[in-house]
């Protein structure tokens, strides 16, 4: 049985929680691990290490649940996860067979072994609680400013990954000091703020049955009309658009040299399990991820501007000037 254990502050991640136990009992069990290789995991993912430690602990202080959902990145990583698949997930937060092996994860874990922390949080969390901590949604993949300051956050790597596990790191002890950067792209809060929606929407916000509004979304900017019938999503001029508005190197880290029709084929069957393709889409065309989740299928026929009501339906004569247009 723990004598204390630390109550985590809003959107604390896991592992700081931890530190900060650490810190306060000297006692460092909570933070070895078995196997190196899997600690990238347990920074930012749900192991057993909480059920180990909310066993420990006076019952109904803590539930896995709740920790897994609003302490570490499982809400993110799983959010385009079909919903069996998240609910399966979940069942087996408190099992003692808890899913700590999960491939895909791993994949992930092994390309993120670095904390990110804003200077300007640093100072209020050490003026409000007397202490800073890792912020949770600071740690999303593609987060690169503070939401709450408007400036860059930075980055901690650890040089050999054991570093997270040799003792506890909390922000204020590696902030470098060098200065704020409030500077940053004009894409990167309208980003921000889909990711974060990502990570804090209810569990359930997910891949809708049958239909995709985001692909609808991207549909009425991009539609292409290869014939009187066929239409098609204009995916060169969608893929220039990303280029300019994310650069080349983000645009071509998730879709590849061009875009390949399949792409959008594959948004819409939600066939993509990592969230960032959506994110990046939906930030770009504006569409809010309550709308990209949402029950009511964004774009019926009935519900059509008549602009693309026509084109989708031509008369004869709209067909001629159409395939005129297309020509020229
Ligand atoms: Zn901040």
């Known amino acids: 049985m723990l004598q204390y254990f630390p109550?985590?502050?809003?959107?604390?991640l896991w592992y700081s929680v931890m530190c900060r136990y650490y810190i306060r009992s000297g006692c460092e069990t909570l933070l070895t691990v078995k196997s190196r290789?899997?600690?990238?995991?347990?920074l930012f993912f749900p192991d057993s290490s909480i059920m180990e430690?909310?066993?420990?602990l006076p019952e109904g202080l803590?539930?896995?649940?709740d920790i897994a959902i609003n302490h570490t990145l499982f809400p993110y990583f799983s959010r385009m996860y079909p919903q069996e698949r998240k609910q399966e997930l979940i069942n087996g937060f408190s099992s003692s067979a808890m899913q700590t092996d999960n491939p895909e994860w791993r994949v992930i874990a092994r390309s993120m072994p670095k904390l990110k922390y804003c200077p300007d949080c640093i100072k209020a969390d050490q003026k409000r609680y007397g202490e800073s901590y890792w912020h949770r949604e600071h740690q999303i993949p593609y987060m690169s400013i503070c939401r709450k300051h408007g400036c860059r956050l930075k980055e901690h790597s650890c040089k050999l990954r054991q570093e997270f596990t040799e003792g506890p790191i909390l922000p204020e002890f590696i902030q470098d000091g060098t200065g704020t950067e409030y500077f940053t792209q004009p894409y990167e809060k309208t980003l921000a703020d889909v990711l974060y929606s990502y990570l804090t929407l209810p569990i359930d916000a997910g891949p809708t049955q049958g239909y995709s509004n985001l692909f609808y979304g991207l549909e009425q900017e991009y539609q292409h009309i290869r014939n009187s019938r066929v239409i098609t999503l204009d995916t060169h001029r969608l893929y220039a658009d990303l280029k300019s508005f994310y650069g080349e190197k983000i645009t071509r880290g998730f879709f590849g040299k061009s875009m390949p029709q399949y792409v959008p084929m594959k948004l819409r069957n939600w066939e993509f399990t990592t969230p960032e393709?959506?994110?990046l889409l939906a930030a770009m065309i504006g569409?809010?991820?309550?709308?990209t989740f949402g029950e009511n299928q964004r774009i019926s026929h009935e519900a059509e501007s008549i602009r693309v009501r026509?084109?989708?339906f031509p008369t004869m004569r709209q067909k001629a000037d159409l395939m005129k247009a297309v020509n020229i």
């Open 277 to 279: 393709r959506y994110a």
């Open 7 to 12: 109550t985590p502050y809003p959107d604390e």
């Open 310 to 312: 026509e084109i989708r």
């Open 287 to 291: 569409q809010a991820p309550e709308i």
């Open 53 to 56: 430690i909310v066993n420990q």
């Open 62 to 65: 803590f539930s896995v649940r």
């Open 37 to 42: 290789n899997h600690f990238p995991i347990r």
